[in-house]
């Protein structure tokens, strides 16, 4: 290969000869840096009903469950089981998954609360393979995110505010918001820490649900980026995360614990020009190696706790999507999965990550390893 670029720059003329020079220093660094990671995409291809893959969760059984724009899949390591509309979802974008403590599944769609029946029929009047449940107001159809407390108490973020599930009906619960803004109500995302407190994201802002009942709101006005939560987390040590969509002034906020009311709450403010990929985080994670990850609408980010940074982002050039990275989950195994709009990540925690003599080996026999004191 550099034979051929040393002829093609010694019969061009400068201009041209200096442009590709310049292309090819870039790609060769491209390459360097972009060592290929041990991963398996799953697509349509594999049988996936759509390559955009909302959200991963594992069950009970070890079955992975795949959250699509045209359904939901359920995958046992080999093939996937497809439920669509044809088998009574009320609607074909699916949005979360929740198997409960008692091992019932629920299904979050655009068009209301699916229950999996396992012995159902699909297309049974008499016994339905899902049974639909919808709230009494029609604007908080459309169900995004699913949670279940200690307790077994199932919570609901829909498009226009929390629910509760009560027997076989949807209770609204009153957060005490009046505005009357675009999305306001919105609930993105259902977090409780480990004192106990639930945090709800919604439009404009994070609501506490605290033991007692009472509820606290937190807006721009203590800190908060003026954009929609789409992820709140609690790492190993504490600390609670926010991660926002496009259009605010920060993509991923550290929270104080612990914040006082009408007090700010942000600790930490980070965005595209601290090293993230992209100003909308779509979601966050600490896998059991302790490596906290952060994905975003372009790349999947693994960032550095001590210095809170990002270390690296991975991309298409690593396997992975330029895209949006919507999902992330970790299985039973310690495989990292990603759900993204190129399809299902699976990301081998003990597959091998390759490097060749295009990522910048001399020669492709490699004799020896050696390993510094400082790793």
């Given at each position: 290969?550099?034979?051929?670029?040393?002829?093609?720059?010694?019969?061009?003329?400068?201009?041209?000869?200096?442009?590709?020079?310049?292309?090819?220093?870039?790609?060769?660094?491209?390459?360097?840096?972009?060592?290929?990671?041990?991963?398996?995409?799953?697509?349509?291809?594999?049988?996936?009903?759509?390559?955009?893959?909302?959200?991963?969760?594992?069950?009970?059984?070890?079955?992975?469950?795949?959250?699509?724009?045209?359904?939901?899949?359920?995958?046992?390591?080999?093939?996937?089981?497809?439920?669509?509309?044809?088998?009574?979802?009320?609607?074909r974008h699916v949005n979360d998954f929740l198997e409960s403590?008692?091992?019932?599944?629920?299904?979050?769609?655009?068009?209301?609360?699916?229950?999996?029946?396992?012995?159902?029929?699909?297309?049974?009047?008499?016994?339905?393979?899902?049974?639909?449940?919808?709230?009494?107001?029609?604007?908080?159809?459309?169900?995004?995110?699913?949670?279940?407390?200690?307790?077994?108490?199932?919570?609901?973020?829909?498009?226009?505010?929390?629910?509760?599930?009560?027997?076989?009906?949807?209770?609204?619960?009153?957060?005490g918001i009046t505005d009357r803004g675009l999305d306001t109500?919105?609930?993105?995302?259902?977090?409780?820490?480990?004192?106990?407190?639930?945090?709800?994201?919604?439009?404009?802002?994070?609501?506490?649900?605290?033991?007692?009942?009472?509820?606290?709101?937190?807006?721009?006005?203590?800190?908060?980026?003026?954009?929609?939560?789409?992820?709140?987390?609690?790492?190993?040590?504490?600390?609670?995360?926010?991660?926002?969509?496009?259009?605010?002034?920060?993509?991923?906020?550290?929270?104080?614990?612990?914040?006082?009311?009408?007090?700010?709450?942000?600790?930490?403010?980070?965005?595209?020009?601290?090293?993230?990929?992209?100003?909308?985080?779509?979601?966050?994670?600490?896998?059991?190696?302790?490596?906290?990850?952060?994905?975003?609408?372009?790349?999947?980010?693994?960032?550095?706790?001590g210095d809170s940074s990002v270390r690296k982002t991975y991309?298409?050039?690593?396997?992975?999507?330029?895209?949006?990275?919507?999902?992330?989950?970790?299985?039973?195994?310690?495989?990292?999965?990603?759900?993204?709009?190129?399809?299902?990540?699976?990301?081998?925690?003990?597959?091998?990550?390759?490097?060749?003599?295009?990522?910048?080996?001399?020669?492709?026999?490699?004799?020896?390893?050696?390993?510094?004191?400082?790793?």
């Amino acid at each position: 290969m550099f034979k051929c670029l040393r002829k093609a720059c010694s019969i061009l003329p400068f201009p041209l000869h200096f442009f590709l020079c310049l292309l090819v220093i870039l790609l060769l660094f491209n390459l360097v840096t972009a060592e290929r990671l041990p991963v398996k995409t799953y697509t349509v291809a594999d049988g996936l009903p759509r390559d955009s893959v909302r959200k991963i969760k594992q069950d009970s059984r070890g079955f992975l469950w795949f959250c699509t724009l045209d359904g939901i899949s359920r995958f046992d390591g080999e093939a996937f089981t497809n439920f669509t509309t044809g088998d009574g979802l009320p609607e074909r974008h699916v949005n979360d998954f929740l198997e409960s403590k008692t091992g019932t599944i629920w299904v979050a769609t655009d068009g209301g609360l699916a229950r999996l029946n396992p012995s159902g029929i699909p297309n049974s009047q008499d016994n339905p393979l899902f049974t639909v449940i919808l709230p009494e107001d029609p604007r908080a159809s459309s169900i995004q995110v699913l949670f279940e407390d200690e307790g077994g108490s199932i919570w609901m973020g829909t498009n226009h505010g929390l629910y509760q599930l009560s027997g076989n009906s949807l209770r609204p619960f009153d957060l005490g918001i009046t505005d009357r803004g675009l999305d306001t109500q919105a609930v993105g995302s259902i977090m409780k820490d480990h004192r106990g407190t639930i945090w709800i994201g919604i439009g404009n802002g994070i609501c506490r649900v605290m033991a007692d009942g009472r509820v606290e709101r937190f807006t721009p006005e203590n800190g908060l980026p003026e954009s929609s939560v789409s992820k709140l987390y609690e790492d190993k040590k504490g600390r609670v995360w926010a991660g926002f969509r496009a259009g605010g002034s920060a993509a991923l906020v550290m929270l104080a614990a612990e914040p006082l009311k009408n007090q700010n709450i942000v600790e930490a403010l980070y965005r595209e020009k601290d090293g993230l990929p992209a100003d909308w985080v779509t979601d966050l994670l600490e896998t059991s190696d302790g490596k906290f990850w952060v994905g975003t609408t372009r790349g999947l980010c693994e960032w550095q706790g001590g210095d809170s940074s990002v270390r690296k982002t991975y991309r298409t050039k690593n396997d992975l999507c330029d895209g949006e990275i919507w999902s992330l989950a970790e299985d039973t195994d310690a495989n990292l999965w990603l759900g993204s709009q190129c399809g299902a990540k699976k990301w081998s925690r003990y597959g091998f990550t390759s490097y060749h003599e295009i990522h910048g080996m001399d020669g492709q026999l490699a004799n020896s390893i050696f390993t510094r004191k400082s790793g």
